[in-house]
């Protein structure tokens, strides 16, 4: 009998396509679950389950059910949406996980970085604001200050305010974008903001492997773009880090001591850190890999993708964790420049041909509505590039860059 | 792996070049491209060995570890691994494989293609399973499949509606519309989706990094 691996795929992830060409090339059956069901879902029950991750103990009972009659080897979540869920089940069915208060920490900005203080990790001053106390702490706050929600990903709803009438504005306008959005959050997320001090400087982006309880880091990104605010898109990462030998040894400690911290055991990290001179804080600890389409950036040396990795640890098959490809790597993540309705994007067989360029992937479909940060959360599109050096790599993804232009209309009414 | 090219030599003095073209975008495929027809004019999946009905072609691939299926094509053979793919060991092992198949007189055996549907009957017993069984359910979802074509026993598919550019499309094909046809229509041979998706207007569900 084939080990069964059971894949938590939430319906709006952009990887569905990559972790199930992982998972074919391994030799296993697979389970993918769904928090909608599957068109087909009533055809293969077993192949295409359906389980409500915003209900962890309701999805490990339906797991429990499943594996009843198909016993699970192995648990994987693709995105934050499922990581709890998948911790839960694993406890559910007695299999190696992440302990779900972990995952919990590390879904919740405000969580990890208590857990971080605890252990004596360097953290800027932060502090939980509740919806109703916004307008009194703004006189208290020390400025220029961060307003963050606890739980959203890749810089939604992230602004940086520099006095006290900016962060009335930016958290009211925050809070209302985390109540239009807040059925799958705890109290807690869904009526109080983090409000930490900005930290200046530069920023990376670590993804790595917990292996036998150790976090090992295989990767560390450069941003090469400044986020200085007032909003942070993520837009270039740069691999190898060109910060130099030391203070990437630093940042692969530091790294290792933020996700042991937040109570990582098994499975994939992502961990955001800023630098400022000696100074090293990290941003977040995340119990998933690199989100969007930019794993497809990671390669290791023995051709396997991010994914291929990430399974096989998961189901016991990795062995020693294998080599990151030797030349760099990056990837540009297209934010939308204005509201507005996607149409198409001009310049992409230009763009591919730009040496290093290895993919352009248009990721908004024709007719979606696009909002910009700190609202938005589509990409219009990613673009891959790999050469010889970091340089090079940034080069080509700023040339690439260049050559593109979403065409985006109806930018005063686009519902 | 680059391409790989082997010279082999076969009885009565023929000699053979077979070349291995391992795939970028999926590197768990490698393409060999040899010189004189395999199967000539015609094309079969084999998905697993019990598919074999004695060729000695596919008899002798499925003896290599790994290999997960095989798809003969006139005068290609696609080989997909599962677990390592490295093709610098696979490579020469279905080289030799496809040189045996050729010195043996018929690399894919007569019941084979015997048991190869008309391509009209494929066609017909598709299009009613896609009309009975998938669409009404694809329909929830405001999603169509339409079948575009049937060479040899390869099945081409077009998703349009809700499934053109949706991102959970690479599931409901591999695990619910390829399933639920080779449920259906065991005969037929490899499945491929040949949908423009990013031109879909109205995917089901969108990614997006809620």
């Known amino acids: 009998m084939k080990p069964r691996l059971l894949l938590l795929v939430p319906t709006s992830t952009y990887r569905a396509e990559a972790f199930i060409r992982a998972a074919q090339r391994l030799p296993i059956d697979l389970s993918i679950a769904s928090e909608s069901p599957n068109s087909l879902s009533h055809l293969h029950p077993v192949d295409l389950p359906t389980f409500d991750f915003t209900s962890p103990a309701d999805a490990a009972a339906r797991a429990y059910a499943l594996a009843k009659t198909h016993p699970v080897h192995a648990v994987v979540a693709v995105d934050d949406q499922a990581t709890l869920a998948a911790a839960v089940i694993s406890e559910a069915l007695g299999l190696a996980h992440n302990p779900a208060h972990a995952v919990r920490a590390a879904l919740d900005k405000y969580r990890a970085r208590e857990r971080m203080r605890a252990v004596g990790i360097a953290q800027p001053d932060y502090r939980l604001v509740s919806f109703d106390g916004y307008v009194d702490a703004a006189q208290s706050l020390s400025y220029p200050a961060v307003v963050k929600p606890l739980a959203m990903a890749a810089s939604r709803g992230v602004v940086r305010v520099d006095n006290a009438s900016q962060f009335v504005d930016a958290f009211a306008r925050v809070a209302s974008l985390v109540s239009s959005n807040a059925s799958h959050l705890d109290e807690s997320a869904r009526s109080h903001l983090l409000v930490e001090a900005y930290v200046p400087g530069w920023e990376v982006a670590v993804e790595g492997l917990v292996v036998k309880g150790r976090a090992r880091v295989f990767a560390v990104f450069d941003k090469p773009d400044p986020l200085e605010g007032p909003y942070f898109p993520e837009t270039m990462y740069v691999t190898p880090s060109r910060l130099g030998d030391a203070t990437v040894d630093r940042i692969v400690r530091l790294t290792a001591e933020a996700v042991h911290a937040v109570g990582l055991t098994h499975g994939p990290f992502h961990?955001?850190?800023?630098?400022?001179?000696?100074?090293?804080?990290?941003?977040?600890?995340?119990?998933?890999?690199?989100?969007?389409?930019?794993?497809?950036?990671?390669?290791?040396?023995d051709g396997r993708s991010l994914e291929d990795v990430i399974l096989a640890d998961a189901l016991g098959l990795l062995g020693e964790l294998p080599a990151l490809d030797a030349r760099a790597a990056g990837v540009w993540m297209m934010q939308s420049p204005r509201r507005g309705r996607f149409e198409s994007m001009r310049g992409v067989a230009s763009a591919c041909e730009v040496p290093g360029i290895e993919e352009v992937i248009v990721a908004a479909r024709p007719g979606q509505v696009l909002e910009p940060l700190p609202e938005g959360f589509l990409y219009t599109g990613f673009v891959f590039a790999r050469a010889q050096t970091p340089d090079a790599v940034e080069h080509a993804l700023r040339t690439a860059f260049a050559r593109l232009s979403p065409v985006i209309v109806g930018a005063d009414n686009p519902a | 792996?680059?391409?790989?090219?082997?010279?082999?030599?076969?009885?009565?003095?023929?000699?053979?070049?077979?070349?291995?073209?391992?795939?970028?975008?999926?590197?768990?495929?490698?393409?060999?491209?040899?010189?004189?027809?395999?199967?000539?004019?015609?094309?079969?999946?084999?998905?697993?060995?019990?598919?074999?009905r004695e060729s000695v072609l596919v008899d002798r691939l499925f003896a290599i570890e790994g290999v997960a299926d095989v798809l003969v094509n006139h005068d290609t053979v696609r080989v997909t691994l599962v677990g390592d793919a490295n093709w610098e060991d696979k490579a020469p092992r279905v080289g030799a494989a496809i040189r045996d198949g050729l010195a043996a007189g018929a690399p894919i055996s007569q019941a084979v293609t015997e048991?190869?549907?008309?391509?009209?009957?494929?066609?017909?017993?598709?299009?009613?399973?896609?009309?009975?069984?998938?669409?009404?359910?694809?329909?929830?979802?405001?999603?169509?499949?339409?079948?575009?074509?049937v060479a040899n026993n390869t099945v081409f598919l077009e998703f349009g509606g809700g499934c053109q550019g949706c991102g959970m499309v690479s599931v409901t094909l591999k695990y619910g519309v390829e399933r639920t046809i080779r449920d259906e229509v065991p005969e037929v041979g490899a499945i491929m989706d040949t949908t423009d998706h990013a031109a879909g207007r109205n995917p089901y569900y969108a990614p997006s990094s809620k």
């Not at chain 1, 955001?272 to 990671?298: F, K, N, Q, T």
């Open chain 2, 115 to 149: 048991s190869l549907l008309d391509p009209q009957e494929t066609r017909r017993r598709v299009q009613q399973v896609l009309d009975t069984v998938i669409n009404p359910a694809v329909a929830s979802h405001g999603g169509v499949v339409r079948l575009l074509d």
């Open chain 2, 1 to 52: 792996m680059d391409e790989l090219t082997f010279n082999f030599e076969l009885p009565e003095g023929r000699s053979v070049r077979i070349t291995a073209t391992p795939s970028m975008m999926h590197p768990e495929q490698c393409t060999f491209t040899v010189s004189e027809p395999v199967y000539p004019g015609r094309s079969a999946y084999f998905g697993d060995r019990d598919q074999s």
């Open chain 1, 271 to 301: 961990v955001e850190m800023r630098g400022d001179g000696d100074r090293l804080l990290p941003i977040e600890v995340h119990a998933r890999s690199i989100g969007g389409l930019c794993s497809r950036v990671v390669r290791f040396a």
